[in-house]
């Protein structure tokens, strides 16, 4: 059995060469890693997502793509990301997916494992941290998902407004994980391999504490002809490049 770790394709009907990719990788996916491999979804699968009863024709394609994938017998795991944080149970229950919740803790092949997006690593971007505090909300995504439709749409799109803006004077460090957040994470939970997306800066980082080497393994995004994910069929996690 292997595990197949993919995040941030931020599928969007503008990029449709990527919405390619992803078809033929989830086409090729039951012989991709025979037998049995399992499909982490690891947050930012869309570009964003309103709601599930938000109507959008590539997000009901992906569904029931995904919903095949699942009938077909490929365990499937999501977990959110800070695009996609919206999808909820009917999404869930249509397609058969299990929600994962953040960060996710499992033992496998004698390795303490972590799943995460990644984007609470990234703590020395204060002002997102303070924007995730808001809308990671429960009451704040209740009255959210009351509004009709074009107001959400209408508070997305000056969202990501503002945070184009804002990412442009931001420094690439600031938008990058904070390394002793990620040592005091590991230390505190006792993790081999972190394994994570959001920052778009696939790599395999070794973390030495006291005595013991854990690694952090970053996803890559996806681009049109091309993606970094992350393989586990053998010991170790391997970072392979998907190339259409
Ligand atoms: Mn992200």
Redesign the pocket.
């Known amino acids: 059995m292997a595990k197949l770790f993919i995040s ?1 394709l931020h599928l969007h009907q503008d990029r449709p060469e990527v919405t390619d990719l992803f078809q033929e990788f989830i086409h090729t996916l039951p012989t991709f890693s025979a037998p049995d491999p399992e499909l982490y979804i690891l ?2 699968l869309f570009e964003f997502w309103i709601g599930d009863d938000y109507e959008d024709p590539l997000h009901s394609e992906i569904s029931d793509q995904l919903k095949n994938l699942v009938k077909s017998g490929i365990k499937t795991y999501l977990m959110h ?3 996609d944080f919206f999808i909820g149970k009917d999404f869930l229950s249509k397609t058969g997916i299990k929600l994962l919740p953040e960060p996710t803790i499992f033992s496998y092949k004698n390795k303490r494992v972590m799943l995460s ?3 609470s690593f990234c703590i020395d971007d204060v002002e997102y941290q303070a924007y995730r505090k808001i809308v990671r909300n429960q009451d704040w995504q209740k009255s959210f998902l009351n509004y009709p439709v074009q107001k959400r749409l209408d508070i997305l799109n000056e969202a990501r407004d503002a945070s184009i803006q804002s990412q442009q004077i931001k420094s690439n460090e600031i938008m990058d994980v904070n390394q002793s957040e990620v040592a005091k994470v590991i230390q505190k939970n006792n993790i081999d391999i972190l394994i994570h ?2 920052t778009h800066r696939p790599n395999i980082h070794t973390i030495d504490i006291d005595s013991k080497k854990s690694f952090r393994l970053v996803l890559g995004d996806w681009s049109q002809s091309t993606a970094k994910i992350i393989e586990w069929a053998n010991d170790e996690p391997k970072l392979i490049d998907l190339i259409n």
């Open positions: 941030d947050g930012d990301g800070n695009r997006h990644g984007d997306g959001h």
